[in-house]
């Protein structure tokens, strides 16, 4: 071990030569230890923990300054060896716990965790020890999402790359106005979403607890931002041949190429009669189940955020107004719409 003098210069070295401010932090903390001061003191002075800086002080006299390098524990050793962690953060990443002996469990939680670790390897943890064992292996406590199941990847793929790509080579040779087509129903009720408020004062909504809401069809034109849209009271194929109807008006000429899921209204016989009597309006349907390739998705998460998240609405016709007052400020900012909305494909 070298002498006090020796460990001081070393120290006062590395302080010099490091640009890391936690090393630098440790480096200190051993330093004042070794000029006489106590860990109260210390603690103090690089204003941390007197447990944090007893860590320091341990791990430097366990093994020499090396030990104070970032990553580096001379802690207490696993419970579980290395061929148990791995077993265990295979069996959570891939089986439930009724696939592994735990009756009518279909969710891990913290406690099933600790009933397998227990019953597997006889090694008992408590909640907070599982929780820091979890975070180590690569887990994190996260709510789950749903996907859709019946989504096929290649037709996806095949959109992205192909379809997509050989329709804007089109443009102004064989289309002349690409559109992005969808329906969305903009309730004025169930809309809470988190927010900022002063500490004990959560905004409360008021409600009436009605079930209305604005039913919207809309499309996106893909080359110059403009959005265009009807609202109504219902979702069918006279609704949506009305829809068609306006897109044509406001399109009086040129060859439109539509794209839009594969709902049933789309599909409808009216609509493919309708289709056959314009033969400038073509749709294009999207992969099913695909609704992250349809960019009128992104407008109706930005309408929902502006104009109704945490908003109440005592009179119906208001969520009408502000959806108007939406849409004439997006169209008059066309670029805004391009940027957030159509470099997505």
């Known amino acids: 071990m070298k002498t006090k003098s020796n460990q001081v210069k070393t120290l006062e070295t590395a302080l010099r030569e490091t640009s890391d401010k936690r090393m630098y932090e440790r480096y200190l903390a051993v330093l004042h230890h070794l000029e006489g001061h106590t860990n109260r003191e210390i603690a103090k002075m690089i204003k941390r923990t007197e447990k944090t800086v007893s860590g320091y002080i341990r791990s430097y006299h366990e093994g020499g300054i090396d030990a104070l390098a970032l990553g580096h524990s001379h802690g207490k050793p696993h419970r579980l060896s290395d061929e148990q962690e791995q077993i265990l953060a295979e069996t959570i990443a891939t089986k439930r716990p009724v696939d592994v002996g735990i009756e009518a469990k279909y969710t891990w939680t913290l406690k099933l965790t600790m009933l397998f670790v227990e019953r597997e390897f006889q090694k008992m943890f408590t909640e907070r020890g599982m929780s820091k064992l979890l975070h180590r292996l690569g887990f994190s406590y996260t709510k789950a999402t749903y996907t859709l199941e019946s989504a096929d990847p290649d037709e996806q793929e095949t959109f992205r790359n192909k379809t997509f790509p050989a329709l804007k080579k089109l443009i102004d040779n064989q289309i002349d106005h690409l559109l992005f087509e969808d329906e969305s129903m903009i309730r004025a009720y169930q809309s809470l979403q988190y927010n900022w408020f002063p500490k004990g004062h959560q905004r409360k909504i008021p409600t009436y607890g009605r079930h209305q809401g604005a039913k919207i069809f809309g499309v996106l034109n893909y080359e110059t931002g403009e959005i265009l849209y009807r609202d109504g009271e219902r979702y069918d194929a006279p609704a949506f041949i009305q829809f068609l109807d306006t897109v044509l008006q406001a399109y009086p000429t040129g060859k439109i190429v539509m794209i839009l899921d594969n709902g049933k209204i789309h599909h409808a016989k009216q609509v493919q009669v309708y289709l056959q009597q314009h033969s400038r309006l073509d749709f294009v349907f999207l992969p099913k189940y695909s609704p992250e390739l349809n960019l009128v998705e992104g407008l109706w998460k930005w309408l929902k955020s502006d104009v109704?998240?945490?908003?109440?609405?005592?009179?119906?016709?208001?969520?009408?107004?502000?959806?108007?007052?939406?849409?004439?400020?997006?169209?008059?900012?066309?670029?805004?719409?391009?940027?957030?909305?159509?470099i997505r494909l």
């Open 308 to 342: 109704v998240h945490n908003v109440f609405y005592k009179k119906f016709y208001h969520i009408r107004l502000n959806i108007a007052a939406f849409m004439r400020r997006v169209n008059i900012h066309r670029m805004e719409t391009i940027d957030r909305l159509c």
